[in-house]
């Protein structure tokens, strides 16, 4: 019952972050320099993201060689496409040759 | 009806059809880290049906991995739901970023559309048009409400099979693959491209810090930066 218990009020005080902002600035006009910030916080958070999901938990990164192939790529294929799925194909198939090889 | 004529619906039907088919590109990578989230439940001890209940009361997935893995090692319930709103703090940057998206639209759907919030779906509407909040609207729903089902479908399966995946496969690898295309798809200055990369290499340097909060770090600094370069180019 506990853990059920500490289980909705993280979930509750998780929507409160989601919502705090969209709703509470529903009324207001934002102000150029807010409206400036927002522009970097995609690719700041995004970035962050990246190296979270590739870093173990104990804080080291663990990728090799095939990764970072298939990074490369993904950037590159997506920049050049505009098209993520092709990125992500096109990456993926890189870091599993790759990996195969090495192996 | 006048032939030829178009219907509310039949105008709308494009952003739903395009969400819900940019929503299933996105979570196929996802599909590895749903099943794993099955494969912590079961390690974790926890009844299934509670283990899993995270997934429509948090609908976060690393969230949702986080505070399982820690009740599961005998964490206080405080460090455990403490741990794992730090892991979710993220989504106070994606509030602030659509609040302005959500200016002019319906009070339910402002209530409702948080709920929705997750990675995938700010990476999807971030860089929508914002001139035309109907389609927002339902691009948005759209695109949350696919990714809620397949969350939902895919946790619960894992419950049964994600034992059973092979680690060696590498599909983990697909979900940082799947935010980096997502990244470079939404830089369009070279300010924004500097912040991406500083923003990685202060996560990076910050790894340490505990229950990941170095990547709030690394965002906050990272965003003063972009601004910092703004006014050196004027």
Redesign the interface.
Known sequence: MTVLLTIAVVGLLGYCMRAVFIVSLAKHAFPPLALRVLEYVAPAVMGALVITMLTGAEGTLVIGVPEVAGLLVAAGVVARTRNVGIGLISAMAVFWILRSVIS | MVQGSVTPSQVNAGPVKKAILEAL??FL?AIPFALVFGLVVVESG?PAL?GW??SP????GA?QIT?VTL?GEGAS?AA??TA??IV?????????????R??G?P?WF??L???L?I?QV??LT??LDNRDPDYFRRYYLASGFSFWTFWMSFTALGLFIGPVIPESW?LA???????????????DRW???V??????L???AL??MPN?S???V???L??LL??LL?RVRR
Request: overall charge neutral; cysteine-free.
């Open positions: 590109t996105l990578p926890l509670l209940s995270t009361l948090m609908f976060s969230a505070l009740l319930f455990a739901a794992a709103l979710g703090a993220r989504h106070l940057f994606y509030s602030i970023t659509l609040a302005p959500f200016q639209q009070a402002r209530w559309g948080p709920y919030l990675d700010f990476a971030v860089t590498g690898f697909a979900t940082p693959v799947l935010f980096l295309g997502l990244l470079a798809l939404s830089v300010e924004k491209v912040v991406a990369v500083a923003a990685m202060i996560t990076f790894a340490d990941r170095g990547m709030l690394a965002a906050f990272s965003i972009g601004l703004e």
